[in-house]
């Protein structure tokens, strides 16, 4: 089972704290929104990612589970 974040580009605010929090996988643009890597987190990454969604102060930042493929 693999996890991939991925933000809400309308609720979002640029406010940052993932990007401070995941700097492995987000780094803000030059408006400060966040640019996320599309692949998959390791399983290294999966709580500092679950930390950085929750932090979120628009709730923007979403850990999704992919589904397997068959």
């Not at 640029?14 to 700097?23: D, R, S, T, V, W």
């Not at 996320?36 to 709730?59: F, G, N």
């Amino acid at each position: 089972m693999s996890y991939r974040l991925r933000v809400n580009p309308i609720a979002c605010e640029a406010h940052g704290m993932c990007a401070e929090l995941l700097p492995e996988r987000i780094t803000p643009d030059e408006w400060g929104y966040p640019l996320i890597s599309a692949e998959p987190l390791p399983e290294s990454l999966l709580e500092h990612a679950r930390r950085a969604a929750q932090a979120c102060p628009t709730l923007a930042l979403l850990l999704e589970r992919e589904r397997a493929r068959s």
